[in-house]
């Protein structure tokens, strides 16, 4: 939606959509072949991608991200569970995490966010969590009409 509006939007937006049958969780490697294919076609600095998802997309990002994590800047999860995300939360440990949640979610429970950011933070990862008090699961209109979120992404380059 953002991408639509602002004409100054300063990255390449890629947003996949999970086949009917599955979950992003399962479909890392497919993921990582389109970022391939992504990064082939377009002017894409490898060392600024970030990957940020909602809902099931929000657990794809995790997931992702655990699964190949060499790729990131940056990544920013949204009301998205860590279940089946291999190797995390140590594969993260060098991502910088900003995730986002509804206090009164009743889609995915918030514990899931506090638990994946707490897990990171117990191991010295830089994650931190913004829960909305007032929100249910769409957490993601006011993350994506927030400037700061795309300001946090631009500030982080992908360590080698």
Known sequence: K???TKEDFPFIAVSPQCPADSFWQVQ???LNALLDEVAA???VDENRIYLTGLSMGGAGTWSLASAYPERFAAIA???GSTFMARGFPHSLKNVPVWAFHGAK????PIRHSENAVGALKAIGGDARLTIY???RHDSWT???NNPELYRWFL???RVG
């Open 77 to 79: 999860p949204i009301c």
């Open 41 to 43: 076609g377009h002017a």
């Open 133 to 135: 008090p007032e929100a």
């Open 28 to 30: 890392v490697d497919a």
């Open 105 to 108: 979610d009743d889609v995915v």
């Open 142 to 144: 006011e993350t994506y």
């Open 155 to 157: 500030g982080h380059t």
């Open 2 to 4: 953002i991408a639509e």
